[in-house]
């Protein structure tokens, strides 16, 4: 079983360090996770990744179900000798693809029926199979099988449905998983649904708390839809105030800057998202000042690295931005750069968290978060003024000439 120690809290936020020992080691949250959906994190070798201070990393058990397969990942010995990562491994369920493959897939209390993209083949997704295939991909975190419908499901019935047989599926994955024997070595975590009704969430955790002796560990699902972001925050602030202080809580597709800082504030341990790897591949860094697009004309003729402060090797190898302007914007280099700008992108997602924990450790977390933000945003976006409030930490204050402004506020430069 995972071990859990809590070693500091914010004196103001909900915020906290822990130290999460697993299977293949120890990381220390809260972090953001790298997706590696199939096994590897686009352009990166596992090495790469390492070197990067990178402990946790996902892989998409529907995508590695079908390829390479459940015969080949077990004739490797699992995931972490096939794909080379000595490291924690977290193997999401499955239950994403029953929105992004929506087309693709009938839901029924059995399980998923997923038509394959790739061959047509019908395959039937179950709780137990999800649980089976993550055995055999080997995560030190296993999720339960979900029944997720989108954030922005006008349907109310369809969301209780979903959540009532989420919880449902939680104890089918539990019994499978404890008849496996694996508890010691495999941590399963279960998924708090309910859409963004707020009346079905409290029920769902409610549910959920009680099953908290069989899982290792909390994740909250179904956001990140294109939901409002005030209503995302204060779904984040009910679940992580009912779920237990002595397991991990893992907010699940999260990735943007204020998105993960805010998150922490409000007591999340864990995050994962595609955005770092996926900005760079247009281009897009992302520094303390604020995302950069080295299409830009203005960047060639910019000799500066991305970040002088950030100690990723393209910072500190001597790539600037004009040349990365340069590879980026033609199409038989183009590659490169964006790798250059990948490994600088994780590295920036890793620092933001690494730099959250040493301000919760140094009791200085509230003015970590005045900071990143007075140099992150021109204008801060409402709902994060909002949310940092509820917490108390004011990112405004009285005579402030900050503009606060609803939306994201981004500066893209």
Not at 4 to 31: Q, Y
Not at 198 to 215: H, I, P, Y
Not at 381 to 405: F, I, Q, T, Y
Request: net charge neutral; charged share 20%.
């Amino acid at each position: 079983m995972a071990q859990f120690e809590l070693l500091a809290r914010c004196h103001t936020t909900r915020a906290r360090v822990s130290k999460l020992t697993l299977a293949h080691g120890v990381t220390m949250l809260p972090t953001f996770m790298p997706v590696a959906t199939q096994a590897a994190i686009k352009g990166l070798t596992p090495q790469q990744v390492d070197a990067l201070g990178v402990t946790l990393i996902l892989n998409n058990t529907y995508h590695l179900g079908l390829r390479p397969g459940i015969k080949v990942l077990s004739e490797a010995g699992g995931a972490h000798k096939f794909q080379g990562w000595n490291k924690n491994l977290l193997t999401d369920s499955g239950g994403f693809q029953l929105v992004s493959l929506s087309k693709f897939t009938t839901i029924t209390e059995e399980g998923a029926l997923f038509e394959s993209p790739f061959t047509g083949e019908p395959t039937m997704l179950t709780p137990e199979e999800s649980i089976s295939i993550q055995h055999a991909i080997g995560g030190d975190i296993i999720m339960q099988l979900d029944d997720v419908v989108a954030s922005l499901t006008p349907d109310r019935k369809r969301v209780e449905e979903a959540m009532e047989r989420s919880v449902r599926w939680l104890d089918r994955c539990i019994a499978h998983h404890t008849l496996s024997g694996r508890q010691d070595t495999q941590n399963l975590f279960a998924i708090v649904q309910g859409g963004l009704d707020f009346e079905l969430r409290d029920r769902c955790l409610t549910q959920m708390v009680e099953r908290k002796n069989s899982v290792a560990g909390f994740a909250i699902g179904g956001l990140s839809g294109g939901e409002e972001k005030d209503i995302f925050w204060q779904i984040v602030r009910q679940c992580t105030e009912k779920l237990p202080e002595d397991r991990p809580r893992y907010c699940m597709g999260i990735g943007f800057a204020e998105d993960l800082l805010v998150s922490v504030a409000l007591g999340v341990d864990m995050a994962d998202c595609v955005f770092p790897t996926r900005t760079a591949r247009f281009g897009v860094a992302l520094t303390h000042q604020g995302p950069l697009n080295l299409r830009l004309a203005k960047y060639a003729k910019d000799f500066q690295p991305i970040d002088a402060t950030c100690p990723c090797p393209t910072c500190t190898e001597g790539t600037s931005r004009a040349m990365l302007h340069h590879v980026i914007t033609r199409e038989t280099a183009a590659a490169h750069g964006k790798l250059s700008v990948t490994l600088h992108n994780i590295a920036f997602q890793a620092r933001i968290m690494g730099g959250a924990r040493d301000a919760i450790l140094n009791g200085t977390f509230p003015d970590y978060l005045r900071t990143f933000f007075a140099n992150y945003f021109d204008a801060y976006p409402e709902w994060c003024v909002n949310a940092l409030r509820s917490v108390g930490v004011d990112l405004v204050g009285e005579g402030s000439n900050v503009k606060v402004v609803p939306g994201s506020g981004a500066k893209w430069e």
